[in-house]
C-alpha cells in the first residue's frame, strides 16, 4: 500500500533525481548556440543528434576573401558520422567569419577539420593560421590537419578554445593560408561557438613550486588539452551538462604504469548535491564515477597513481581537478598528496575536508609553465596517500581532470604540428611500396587519385594505430595520451569508450590487415603485429630444437626478434580445440594488464590460419620445473627463493583481483602457470581462461562452465560452477603445498588417500604429521615460525568454503610475514625444522620420476574424485606439465 504521504515522498525524490541527472538543475540550452555545417547547404544531425545548421550566411556574415564550398571525395569510416566532417569550406585567401555574440560572456569555439582532397588538391598541401579578436589571438599557425591527424592516427580532429567575451558582440574567426607554403589553403568542416560560464571566475590557480603564487586566466584565451572522467566513461557531447558540448574521455589510457587503481561509482543512497556555482563545472557522471588506488594499504604506499600527457612547451597550463568523496564522510578518512610534474601541487588534500560534507563536487585549479625543449613535453599528475596526515585510510581518489593550455604573452595558442613516429613513418613506407603494386590501385578505380589519397590517409591511420602504440609499449616506453579536444601535439585517446570512433576505427584495421578482426581496438592498439615471416625468422621456420613447452594450446617455441630480444612464441595447434577464443581472450587480457608479476605479451600474429602470441621470455620456465624431479627438476630451489616466488606470484594474482579496472578471476593457477625469469621473478601466465570477475554491485560470482586444471580445483566452484576471486584463491593454496611438499597436486600412482595433494595435506594437518611430506630436500632451512604460518595460510586457501578463504591480498600479506620470520630466524641462525621430514612417502613423491605427471590423465582417474560426473570433457584441455 502506498499512502498519499509516500507518494508525496516519492515524488518528491524522483523530481530530485531528475534535478540530479541534468547535472544540478543546469540543463538549459546556452545563450550562444551555432553549430555551423561548414561548406553545406543543408541542415543535418550529427552523430550525437546535435543539429548543425548549413552554411547559408545567416547565422554569420563571411567577408572578403575567396572562398567556395566543397564535399570530401572519401568517408573515412572512422568519422562518427557525415555531419559536419564530409562537407568543407576552403579558402585561397585570408577570410573571416563573424558571428554575432553577446559581448558579455565567454565562448567556446570548437573547430572540426577533416583533411580530405578538397576540390581536388593535395590535403598535404595545406598549411593555415587561425586568429581571433583581430589578430591579437593566434588560435592555430602553420597548422596542417594531414599532418596532424597522420600523427595521431585519427581521421578527423577537434580543436576547442576557451574564448574572453568577444568586443562589441562580434566573434571573429579569420583563416589565413600560410603563405610560408607555395599554393596552400585553408579549410574548416565544422565550427561551434557556444556561450559559456564563465568557467574560472574570480578564482585563481595556484602555481605549482611556487608557493602563495597565483595564475589568473582573466582575459586570456585558452585551449582544451585534455578532458577526462576519472574513472567513468566516455561522454559525448549531448551529455554535457548546460548543453555545453564539451566531450568527456575515459581516462585509463592516460594512466602511466601498472597502478591503475580501481574504479567505482556512486552507491544508489548517495546523491551528488551541486553547490549552485558547481553545476556547470562538470556533468553528473563526472563527480558520480572516481578512480581510487584500491584497498590495500601497504601498496598504496608504494606507488603513485599517475596520469601522464603530451603538450606543447613553452606554455603555462592549468590542471584542473575535479572531486566528489562518494565513500567517506569525515575529514582525515582519505587524505592525500598532489604532485604535478614532480613537484608537490598540495600536501594533505582531503575532500572532506574542503567540502565539509560528502557527495559535494568542488574543484582545484593548479597552474605550471611547461618550458620548451627539444622532442615533445610531458605534463605529469601523481597522487600518492599522505603520511604526514595519519589518515584513516591510505588512499587518494580523483573524479575529472582537465588540463588548458593559456595563450602565452604574444596571445600565442598554437604549437608545431606533431611528427609522426619513426615506426610509423616506416610503415608508411611500405604502404606505398604495397601502393606500387597492381592490385593496390584497383581500389582506386572509382574515386582516381583523390580515392587513393584518402584510402592510404585512412591505411596509414589504421596501421600507426597499431605500429606507433605498439612501438610505445613494446619499448617500455611510457604511454601518452590526449582528448580530441585536446591539441598541440595532444594524441587522440587510443579508443573512447562509447565513442563511435572506437567502433568504426576497429573495422579499418581489419581491413587493412586479416589481424584483429575480433580483438577491440584497445588491445590491438595496445600490442604489437608480427608478420608470419617475421615469426618464421625468429624460430627458423619453427625448428623443433627450440620447443620449450607444449601446452593444450600448441607449442612454444624460443625465439629471437628484432636482432636479440628473446620471446617466447605459442604457436596455436591448428586442431586445438583450445582456440580461437581462448586465443582472443590472452590477447584482450594480456595487452590490458602490465604489471612486474604477470607476464607481458609483446605481440601477436594472426595469418595464414595460425594464431601465434609472443611474450616476454622467461629465461628458468615453470616453478614447477624447480620443485620436483617429475615436474622437470635438476636442482631443488632453497626454501627462501620458493617463498619469494610464492610472494611474487600472490602479487601477481591480487592485481588481478584488485587492481586492473574490473576484477580478474585467472581460473588455472598452477604451478605450470607461475614462470620465472632470468632474475628469478615470478610471473603469472597464461591467461586463456581468464574471466573478468563481477563488476556490478551485489553480484559476487560468475556462472560459467567449469575449467581448470585437476587438482588445483576448487571444490566449491565445481560443485556450484560459480566463479569467485576464492577459486584462484584454492588453487593458490595447492600451489603453496606443492612448493613445501615437492610433489603433484595430483599423483595417481599413490596409494588413492594420497592422490591428491590438498586433501592429503589437509588429513596430515588434522594428524598432526604434515611436517612429515616437507620436501626432504628443504631440510635444516625452514625455521618452525615461518613453516607454521605458511602452513596456516595456505590451510585457510584450502577452505571449504569460498568466503572462509582468505582474500589474495591477505595470502600476499601473511606470505610476507612469513618471509620476515624466516629472515628473522635465519639472521639469529636459529630454530629449524623439520626434523625427521622422511616418511617414505615424501621421498616417494620427491621421487617423481616413476610417477606419471598428469599428461594422460583421463577420465577414469578423474571420476575417483568427481563424484561421478564426466570429467573427461570438462577437463579436456589437461595437459602436460611441462608446458603452459
Ligand atoms: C610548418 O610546419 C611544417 C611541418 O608540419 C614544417 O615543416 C614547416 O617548417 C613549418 N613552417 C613554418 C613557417 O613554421
Ligand atoms: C547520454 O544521454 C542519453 C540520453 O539521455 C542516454 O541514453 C545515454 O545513456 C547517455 N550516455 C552516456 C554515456 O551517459
Ligand atoms: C550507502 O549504502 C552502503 C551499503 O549499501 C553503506 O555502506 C553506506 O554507508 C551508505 N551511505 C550512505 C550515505 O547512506
Ligand atoms: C618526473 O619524474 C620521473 C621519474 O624521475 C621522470 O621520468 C619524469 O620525466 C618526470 N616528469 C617530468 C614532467 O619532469
Ligand atoms: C610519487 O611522485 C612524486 C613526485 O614525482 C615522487 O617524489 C615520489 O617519489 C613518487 N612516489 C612513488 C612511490 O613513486
Ligand atoms: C594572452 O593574450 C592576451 C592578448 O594578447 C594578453 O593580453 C594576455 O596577457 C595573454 N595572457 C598571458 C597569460 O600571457
Same mark, same amino acid.
Given at each position: =500500500? ?23 538543475? *543546469? +540543463? #538549459? ?7 555551423? %555545417? ?21 547565422? &554569420?556574415?563571411?567577408?572578403?576573401? #575567396? ?88 581521421? &578527423? ?38 556561450? /559559456? ?6 578564482? /585563481? ?25 576519472? *574513472? ?24 602511466? +604504469? ?8 556512486? !552507491? ?12 556547470? =563545472? ?49 575529514? %582525515? ?21 574542503? $567540502? ?36 584513516? &585510510? ?17 596571445? %600565442? ?81 587510443? &579508443? ?42 625468429? $624460430?627458423? @621456420? ?173 571444490? !566449491? ?84 568454503? *569460498? ?44 621421487? *617423481? ?20 560426473? @564426466? ?14
Amino acid at each position: =500500500m502506498i499512502t498519499d504521504g509516500h507518494l508525496l515522498l516519492l515524488i518528491l525524490s524522483i523530481s530530485h533525481v531528475l534535478a540530479a541527472l541534468a547535472g544540478g538543475g *543546469g +540543463g #538549459n540550452v546556452p545563450a550562444d548556440s551555432i553549430l555551423l %555545417n561548414s561548406g553545406s547547404t543543408e541542415d543535418a544531425i550529427d552523430a550525437d543528434g546535435r543539429t548543425w545548421a548549413g552554411d547559408r550566411n545567416d547565422k &554569420y556574415r563571411l567577408s572578403s576573401g #575567396n572562398s567556395s564550398p566543397s564535399t570530401a571525395p572519401y568517408q573515412d569510416p572512422s568519422l562518427p558520422s557525415q555531419t559536419p566532417y564530409m562537407s568543407a569550406r576552403v579558402f585561397t585567401a585570408a577570410s573571416t567569419y563573424e558571428f554575432s555574440v553577446s559581448a558579455k560572456t565567454h565562448h567556446y569555439v570548437r573547430l572540426h577539420f577533416y583533411p580530405a582532397a578538397y576540390n581536388g588538391q593535395d590535403p598535404a598541401g595545406s598549411y593555415f593560421d587561425v586568429t581571433t579578436a583581430d589578430g591579437s589571438i593566434t588560435l592555430l599557425r602553420n597548422f596542417s590537419a594531414f599532418a596532424t591527424v597522420k600523427a595521431l592516427t585519427q581521421a &578527423y580532429i577537434i580543436r576547442e578554445f576557451y574564448l574572453p567575451p568577444a568586443a562589441g558582440g562580434v566573434l571573429r574567426l579569420t583563416f589565413t593560408p600560410s603563405v610560408a607554403h607555395k599554393g596552400s589553403y585553408a579549410f574548416v568542416n565544422g565550427i561551434e561557438v557556444l556561450s /559559456a560560464p564563465d568557467i574560472y571566475g574570480s578564482g /585563481a590557480a595556484s602555481l605549482v613550486g611556487f608557493s602563495g603564487q597565483d595564475v589568473t586566466v582573466g582575459s586570456s584565451a585558452v585551449q582544451t588539452m585534455f578532458r577526462l572522467n576519472v *574513472g567513468g566513461q566516455f561522454l559525448p557531447p549531448g551529455n554535457d551538462t548546460g548543453g555545453l558540448g564539451r566531450t568527456w574521455y575515459d581516462d585509463s589510457p592516460y594512466i602511466f +604504469g601498472a597502478a591503475f587503481g580501481i574504479t567505482y561509482a556512486a !552507491e544508489k543512497n548517495v546523491t551528488v548535491r551541486y553547490p549552485p556555482e558547481a553545476r556547470e =563545472m562538470a556533468p553528473l557522471d563526472v563527480y558520480a564515477s572516481a578512480r581510487s588506488m584500491g584497498p590495500d594499504p601497504q601498496v598504496n604506499m608504494n606507488t603513485n597513481l599517475t596520469w601522464a600527457f603530451q603538450v606543447d612547451g613553452g606554455f603555462m597550463y592549468v590542471v584542473r581537478l575535479h572531486f566528489c568523496e562518494l565513500q567517506m564522510s569525515k575529514i %582525515n578518512q582519505r587524505v592525500f598528496d598532489i604532485y604535478i610534474n614532480n613537484q608537490t601541487a598540495v600536501a594533505g588534500a582531503d575532500v572532506v575536508g574542503w $567540502t565539509l560534507s560528502p557527495a559535494v563536487p568542488v574543484h582545484k585549479d593548479y597552474a605550471v609553465y611547461v618550458a620548451d625543449g627539444p622532442g615533445s613535453e610531458e605534463l605529469w599528475v601523481a597522487l600518492h596517500p599522505s603520511m604526514a596526515s595519519k589518515a584513516e &585510510y591510505y588512499d587518494a581518489v580523483l573524479n575529472g581532470l582537465e588540463v588548458f593550455k593559456m595563450n602565452d604573452t604574444a596571445g %600565442n595558442l598554437a604549437g608545431p604540428n606533431p611528427s609522426p613516429s619513426t615506426m610509423l613513418t616506416e610503415a608508411e613506407e611500405r604502404e606505398a611500396a604495397a601502393a606500387a603494386t597492381p592490385q593496390f590501385s584497383s581500389s582506386s578505380s572509382g574515386g582516381g587519385r583523390s580515392g587513393v589519397i584518402g584510402g592510404a590517409a585512412g591505411g596509414a591511420a589504421a596501421l600507426g594505430l597499431v605500429f606507433a602504440i605498439c612501438f610505445a609499449v613494446y619499448s617500455r616506453k611510457r604511454r601518452v595520451g590526449g582528448a580530441a579536444s585536446g591539441g598541440g601535439s595532444g594524441w587522440l585517446p587510443l &579508443y573512447g569508450g562509447g565513442s563511435s570512433n572506437a567502433t568504426t576505427s576497429r573495422s579499418t584495421i581489419s581491413g587493412k590487415s586479416s589481424a584483429s578482426s575480433h580483438l577491440s581496438s584497445l588491445a590491438v592498439s595496445l600490442c604489437r603485429h608480427f608478420s608470419i615471416a617475421e615469426i618464421k625468422q625468429a $624460430t627458423r @621456420n619453427f625448428d623443433e630444437s627450440l620447443v620449450i613447452g607444449v601446452g593444450g594450446f600448441g607449442k612454444v617455441y624460443k625465439g629471437v626478434v628484432d636482432g636479440g630480444t628473446k620471446v617466447a612464441i605459442k604457436r596455436s595447434n591448428p586442431s586445438s580445440e583450445q582456440g580461437v577464443h581462448e586465443f582472443q581472450t590472452e590477447i584482450e587480457m594480456l595487452s590490458k594488464l602490465r604489471h612486474r608479476h604477470l607476464v607481458s605479451l609483446i605481440g601477436y600474429c594472426e595469418e595464414n590460419e595460425e594464431m601465434i602470441l609472443v611474450y616476454d621470455y622467461m629465461a628458468h620456465g615453470t616453478l614447477r620445473e624447480h620443485l620436483y624431479k617429475g615436474g622437470g627438476c635438476k636442482s631443488p630451489l632453497p626454501w627462501k627463493q620458493r617463498l619469494e616466488i610464492c610472494i611474487g606470484a600472490a602479487r601477481g594474482l591480487h592485481y588481478l583481483h584488485t587492481g586492473a579496472k574490473y576484477p580478474i578471476i585467472h581460473r588455472d593457477v598452477k604451478t605450470t602457470n607461475i614462470l620465472v625469469d632470468e632474475k628469478w621473478v615470478a610471473k603469472v601466465s597464461d591467461f586463456g581462461l581468464s574471466k573478468t570477475g563481477p563488476s556490478a554491485i551485489g553480484q559476487t560470482h560468475v556462472s560459467t562452465v567449469v575449467k581448470g586444471s585437476f587438482g588445483y580445483l576448487d571444490p !566449491e566452484y565445481f560443485r556450484r560452477q560459480q566463479l569467485t576471486d576464492k577459486s584462484d584463491v584454492y588453487s593458490f593454496g595447492v600451489v603453496l603445498f606443492e612448493v613445501l611438499c615437492a610433489r603433484p597436486a595430483l599423483n595417481p600412482s599413490l596409494p588413492r588417500e594420497q592422490v591428491s595433494l590438498a586433501d592429503w595435506t589437509l588429513h596430515c594437518k588434522r594428524k598432526g604429521t604434515l611436517e612429515d611430506i616437507v620436501d626432504p630436500s628443504l631440510r635444516g632451512q625452514i625455521s618452525a615460525e615461518c613453516l607454521k604460518k605458511f602452513i596456516a595460510t595456505a590451510e585457510k586457501c584450502l577452505a571449504d568454503h *569460498g568466503v572462509d578463504r582468505p582474500a589474495m591480498g591477505d595470502v600476499l600479506w601473511n606470505l610476507e610475514f612469513a618471509l620476515q620470520l624466516q629472515e628473522t630466524a635465519d639472521g639469529g641462525g636459529a630454530g629449524v625444522v623439520p626434523e625427521g621430514a622422511s616418511s617414505p612417502s615424501a621421498a616417494a613423491a620427491a621421487d *617423481g620420476s616413476s610417477h606419471r605427471t598428469g599428461e594422460s590423465l583421463g577420465g577414469s582417474e578423474m571420476s575417483e574424485e568427481s563424484d561421478g560426473l @564426466n570429467t573427461s570433457a570438462v577437463f579436456s584441455q589437461l595437459i602436460n606439465p611441462k608446458g603452459r
